[in-house]
């Protein structure tokens, strides 16, 4: 079997690191979010829960056409790419880390939510009467005790993101080397009629799926076992 | 008790459907149980001690203002509390040497702390724990962590919700001990939450009595297990916690003499060192009177005594209070006896009388166990 072209590489590269990079900020800006849906008693807590999860909801090309919007030279991400002299986030990179957030965060949040959740008030409580801060007893009590949903959360992120494949296409614009990625470029090949890349591309993430779904139970199982 | 009362709440407000308006002192020394049925209020009133709950009120302690009616509130975290809660709640992602120093100060190589690591390992009996998970620990040895946690936070109080309720009866028989101990080493002010009058019997020097989110009475135990217009006297199953101290051992019959204001008391017991702290409970159906010194009986303690007051229970039963010493100076039981007897004997109100306690029940020693 000859090796597989080269051509291939650069988007599985492309991928893994706009998955990288969108995982750690996810885990970054869901954590806060998923620790205040869990323990506030804000009666638009619900509302802003309803707003994070729209993404699992809407069809990828509806939120792809409104990121679309917002990244433009005419939306916020104009102003803020302006801030370096360039016209969009439209079609580049950080664009696409900024798309993968969004469309990925209700799968991220929603498992340390419910982690911070199961977690309960009691360990938080005794952490106060031992003289812990607020910080302090989320820094050392809660987010150790949550860490499971953390990695859930960042295990789904991760997968979420690579798998994205109508808001990347809206607001990448396929562009090779820059915002071509795996699942787009499997669209590519099949286009061209190239099955032997587009084999090759999609075999690869139905192993990456299956090897992503066999770790969450392993994780489950082991924290089952673990905190029984 | 007449020493400055440490500890100063009082708490008024709604929870849900529950309303609480209650106001105690406690002293600086001894254990304090908070005493009620069910749902009197007695864990609220204990949370709120520790600012886990904030309801409207003052709470002082040890001269240091917690909260005031002017909206003064110190969050929990700057409280120096210690907190047993009913369930031992460690944190199960830390060996148990770290759970313990979780609440310790930092070391800065200030003074030495008044309560130490070595002495609390000791006093609870941790030596072979430290190294362990809580995960692997028993009902009972995960509450003996949970209270030397609290103890190394070095609190100037300790607040211990039913640490006790959610172990079964051996369980409860191999913490009390290390209970007493720490109660008789340390000189920490306790606040006791408890519905097991058996706990406040062996533990509490005070009490205090709550019935639907109220203080009923409050002060020292003898007091209030005297106290015919509370529920503890008039219980089926009253009883008189006096504490003694030992006098005499009679080796050659086992018993142990225990000296008490206005008498003395044998109980059978192993011999403890004179001068030695105990205390023992009497239940006030075991006490019967007479009139006169009897005769010749197998009843080892009778003691002369008059009578304080009376009440009846119902219509065929009275409880009486009787204090010890001829002149009715002394400490005060209780005895129920009928109320034909009663009339029998043409007994009343400062009526000098011999008590027969036919059951006079040790505690373990106070002090040292070891």
């Known amino acids: 079997m000859p090796s597989p072209p080269p051509e291939i590489w650069v988007p599985i590269k492309l991928t893994l690191e706009l998955a990288a990079i969108s995982t750690l900020s996810l885990i970054i800006v869901a954590t806060p979010l998923a620790w205040w849906l869990a323990r506030s008693k804000a009666w638009f807590k619900e509302a802003v829960a309803a707003v994070v999860s729209l993404p699992m909801v809407l069809p990828p090309t509806v939120l792809g056409f409104y990121l679309l919007i917002a990244l433009g030279p005419d939306g916020p991400g104009g102003w803020v790419a302006s801030l370096w002299g360039a016209r969009t986030l439209a079609f580049t990179f950080t ?34 009467t031992l003289r812990a801060s607020p910080p ?93 | 008790m007449t020493e400055r009362p440490a500890i100063r709440a009082e708490f008024r407000g709604t929870l849900g459907k529950f309303a609480l308006d209650a106001g105690f002192t406690a002293p600086a020394k001894g254990v304090t149980a908070l005493f009620g049925p069910s749902g009197c209020g007695k864990t609220t009133v204990l949370r709120c001690l520790a600012g886990l709950v904030h309801l409207k009120g003052v ?110 009866r051996a369980t409860k028989n191999e913490i009390l001990p290390f209970l007493e101990r720490l109660r008789d080493r340390l000189a920490l002010p306790v606040v006791y939450v408890t519905h097991d009058i058996a706990e406040v019997e062996r533990l509490a020097d005070g009490i205090v009595l709550m019935d639907k989110g109220r203080v009923i009475g409050s002060g020292p135990l003898g007091e209030l297990e005297t106290d015919p217009s ?23 019959y086992g018993l142990v003499i225990l000296k008490v204001r206005g008498g003395a008391f044998s109980a059978p017991a192993p011999p403890a060192p004179l001068g030695q702290r105990r205390r ?37 039963e009275v409880v009486a209070v009787v204090a010890l010493g001829p002149d009715g100076a002394g400490a005060r039981i209780l005895s129920r006896l009928t109320r034909k007897s009663w009339e029998a004997l043409r007994l009343g109100e400062g009526a000098s009388v011999y008590a027969q306690i036919k059951a006079v029940a040790l505690a373990a020693g106070r002090g040292d166990l070891d």
């Open chain 1, 95 to 128: 664009g696409l880390v900024i798309g993968s957030i969004i469309s990925s965060m209700p799968f991220v949040v929603q498992p340390i939510r419910n982690a911070f959740a199961a977690v309960g008030d009691r360990p938080l409580e005794v952490a106060a």
């Open chain 1, 136 to 228: 302090r007893a989320f820094f050392t009590v809660a987010l150790p005790l949550a860490s499971p949903g953390l990695l859930t959360g960042a295990v789904l992120g991760f997968a979420h993101t690579v798998g994205e494949f109508g808001v990347i296409l809206m607001i990448g614009g396929n562009i090779p080397g820059r915002t071509r990625v795996m699942s787009t470029a499997i669209f590519d090949f099949v286009e061209t009629m190239r099955w032997r890349e587009a084999n090759l591309l999609a075999g690869g993430m139905v192993a990456f799926a299956f090897a992503v779904i066999l770790a969450m139970i392993l994780i489950e199982k082991r924290f089952a076992r673990a905190g029984a």
């Open chain 2, 59 to 168: 709470c002082e302690v040890d001269g240091d203002v917690w909260q005031d009616e002017n909206g003064a509130f110190l969050p929990t975290y700057k409280r120096p509390l210690g907190y047993v809660f009913q369930e031992a709640s460690l944190f199960p992602h830390l060996s148990v040497r770290r759970n313990l120093l979780f609440g310790a100060p930092r070391k800065d190589g200030g003074p030495r702390e008044p309560i130490a690591f070595d002495e609390v390992v000791e006093l609870l009996g941790l030596t072979r724990l430290l190294d362990r998970s809580p995960r692997n620990l028993s009902g009972g040895e995960r509450q003996r962590v949970a209270i030397g946690r609290a103890l190394l936070s070095q609190p100037k109080l300790l607040l211990m919700d039913e640490p006790l309720s959610a172990l079964d």
């Open chain 2, 230 to 252: 509370l529920p503890l006297a008039m219980a089926r199953d009253a009883a008189v916690s006096l504490d003694g101290v030992v006098q005499a051992n009679d080796q050659a």
């Open chain 2, 280 to 316: 023992i409970r009497i239940v006030a159906g075991d006490v019967s009177l007479a009139r006169e010194a009897p005769g010749p009986s197998s009843i080892l303690n009778i003691l002369p005594g008059r009578i304080v007051s009376m009440k009846p229970v119902d219509s065929n």
